[in-house]
């Protein structure tokens, strides 16, 4: 029987690389039952602010495997990221980026890279949690939970079992956000342990990022949270020739979506000279995912063939060393002529028939105690923090008592420096006076006070320990 796929065509350059692409499966014999869909601009402007019509997500939720050419995002306020839309309401968890050097024939600094960025695509600062309540600050949430870094951590290691891959590194920001990306490191060496032939390594992003871009043959496969993931995948996909060839899947244990990395380049729409090989590569990718592997081999050592015979399109076509500049429907045909065939210098294609990463088994773990010992109280305030401390020397509760003053993270008080730059929005850390858990009546009462004494509070943390463990930064 026919595999069901839904199909989006997208926007810009979008529908020219989709039609190449098609072509090509269908050259190659894939067997597929296509179901198209309308996304992008187009629905936007209908009014939609999703980018899909509500009656697409049938199409979606039956097929569980979306092929999608780039799409346009209105500028402006109101349109909210389809991408983004999708991998959450679907669970697509793992978004998973190969990034190849196809050397000598497409220019790069770093012949042999391949190196796979595997990207938590669910939470993050990508929830899109704002908000603005002062005029000068606004906050955004990041969030890391326990069940989306242990699902992205698994997927990477078992990613690398089925795909024979060596090793497995971590990049996070741990020095820093030590509670947030701390969660995530603790979670990578704990699973870690589950992996013992594969290597495990660990590096503060920055200066992994630093290595990334200066020595890619000292990785393999890359985990990471979702900004830091979305930033250095297009970072490794130039390094390794072009962001234009590199496919991108995204995964989750009831669907899949699959898509090139780049944008939907509306300025070079309707010329015919758009390269359509990232989102061949994400064909590539659905299909082994599908079970398909035989044919995404033939399209895979078909589409390199192409390349070492130096048929390019414009973007990676180079005076002296290509042999033939051609358009996109060229390109296409180019490949589907040569299905089959395989390179002869660069990397030969194989079907592992092992494409699906098995879903993780979550591990029980034990309840922590626990309590709830203070709070951190957000307040809009323009005046200084002298001025700030005065107001506050009468407020008084029977439970809590004014420990620390931050602005933008810094104390300043009881400690800190004139030098120190404040904005209109101070953070107030009020602990418990008592070894005892503090009750909501205790903290209702501090809010009652503050707001006798005309502190005007427009947010709150509550400060809880688990297990002993405090569960807020800058704990003592």
């Known amino acids: 029987m026919a595999i069901p796929i839904t199909v989006a065509y997208g926007d810009g350059i979008g529908p020219e690389i989709m039609e190449a692409t098609l072509h090509i499966l269908k050259e190659a014999g894939a067997n597929l039952d296509?179901?198209?869909?309308?996304?992008?601009?187009?629905v936007y402007l209908r009014g939609v602010s999703t980018g899909i019509e509500p009656s697409s997500w049938e199409s979606l939720r039956r097929t569980r495997c979306f092929l999608k050419a780039p799409m346009t995002t209105p500028q402006g306020g109101g349109?909210?990221?389809?991408?983004?839309?999708?991998?959450?309401?679907?669970g697509l968890y793992a978004n998973v980026r190969p990034c190849i050097a196809y050397y000598p024939f497409v220019e790069t600094k770093y012949p042999g890279m391949d190196v796979v960025i595997v990207r938590e695509n669910e939470e993050d600062l990508y929830t899109g949690i704002e908000y603005q309540q002062s005029q000068g600050a606004v906050h955004a949430l990041k969030l890391i939970s326990r069940i989306g870094s242990e699902k992205i951590i698994a997927y990477a290691f078992e990613y690398a079992r089925v795909n024979k891959r060596a090793k497995v590194t971590c990049f996070v920001k741990d020095n820093i956000m030590k509670l947030s990306d701390g969660l995530f490191h603790k979670l990578f060496d704990e699973i870690g342990e589950e992996?013992?032939?594969i290597a495990k390594e660990h590096w503060i992003v920055d200066i992994g990022a630093a290595k990334l871009a200066t020595s890619p043959k000292d990785f393999d496969v890359i985990v990471m949270p979702n900004l830091y993931g979305d930033i250095l995948s297009d970072v490794a996909a130039q390094i390794a020739g072009s962001v234009g060839l590199a496919g991108s899947a995204n995964i989750g244990d009831a669907g899949a979506m699959f898509e090139a990395i780049h944008g939907s380049a509306p300025r070079r729409a309707g010329q015919n000279i758009a390269n359509p090989s990232g989102l061949i590569q994400s064909a590539i990718l659905m299909l082994k995912h599908i079970g398909e592997g035989e044919c995404a081999v033939r399209i895979e050592n078909g589409w390199r063939r192409t390349l070492e015979e130096g048929i390019h399109t414009y973007d990676i076509f180079k005076?002296?060393?290509?042999?033939?500049?051609?358009g996109t429907r060229e390109f296409a045909a180019a490949v589907a002529k040569r299905l089959g065939q395989k390179p002869e210098t660069l990397k030969i294609a194989v079907d592992t028939g092992k494409a699906r990463i098995p879903a993780r088994r979550l591990k029980e773990r034990a309840i922590e105690k626990k309590e709830l010992v203070g709070i951190d109280l957000f307040i809009d305030y323009a005046g200084t923090t002298s001025a700030l401390k005065l107001s506050?020397?009468?407020?008084?509760?029977?439970?809590?008592?004014?420990?620390?003053?931050?602005?933008?993270?810094?104390?300043?008080?009881?400690?800190?420096?004139?030098?120190?730059?404040?904005i209109d929005q101070y953070r107030l850390r009020y602990l418990s006076k008592a070894a005892t858990p503090l009750r909501d009546a205790e903290i209702l009462q501090l809010l009652g006070e503050l707001a006798k004494a005309k502190i005007e509070v427009v947010a709150t943390q509550n400060l809880y320990t688990f297990n002993g463990r405090a569960g807020y930064a800058g704990a003592s």
Do not use: H
């Open 79 to 90: 349109y909210k990221s389809l991408n983004v839309t999708i991998r959450s309401a679907l």
């Open 392 to 422: 506050l020397d009468g407020v008084k509760t029977d439970a809590l008592t004014l420990k620390v003053i931050y602005n933008r993270g810094a104390e300043v008080w009881p400690g800190g420096f004139e030098e120190t730059c404040c």
């Open 34 to 42: 296509i179901d198209v869909i309308e996304v992008g601009e187009k």
């Open 195 to 197: 992996y013992p032939e």
């Open 319 to 326: 005076e002296g060393s290509s042999k033939q500049k051609v």
